[in-house]
């Protein structure tokens, strides 16, 4: 499986692709760590790494930190109200 390119992050950073989320709105987000080589999520001990913060792109930056942008990539998700509300995915 060959990964796509990946557009850069909204200041033009490497290896950061975020969905469309304005800074006014904090929303609690999903970052997840992803190898462009193969597409997957970093794991540990098998799970896959997912860190929920209301300010992703400190932790977008940190995880990214000392890490090759050729080949890794921080995703930012935003947590749907609904989904906090209810506690999970239906």
């Known amino acids: 499986m060959t990964a ?8 033009g950073q490497a290896g950061m692709a975020t969905s469309s989320m304005t800074a006014s709105r904090r ?6 760590l992803i190898d462009r080589r193969t597409g ?5 001990n ?3 790494f997912v860190l ?7 932790a977008a930056a940190e995880l990214l930190a ?3 942008a ?7 998700e935003p947590i749907s109200s609904e989904t906090q509300r209810f506690g999970g995915c239906h």
């Open 52 to 58: 929920f913060t209301k300010t992703p792109e400190a």
């Open 27 to 32: 929303r609690t987000c999903a970052v997840r």
């Open 4 to 11: 796509a390119a990946l557009p850069l992050g909204p200041r």
């Open 46 to 48: 098998g799970s896959p």
């Open 66 to 68: 000392k890490r090759d």
């Open 40 to 44: 997957e999520a970093h794991r540990i």
């Open 70 to 76: 050729a080949v890794w990539e921080a995703r930012i």
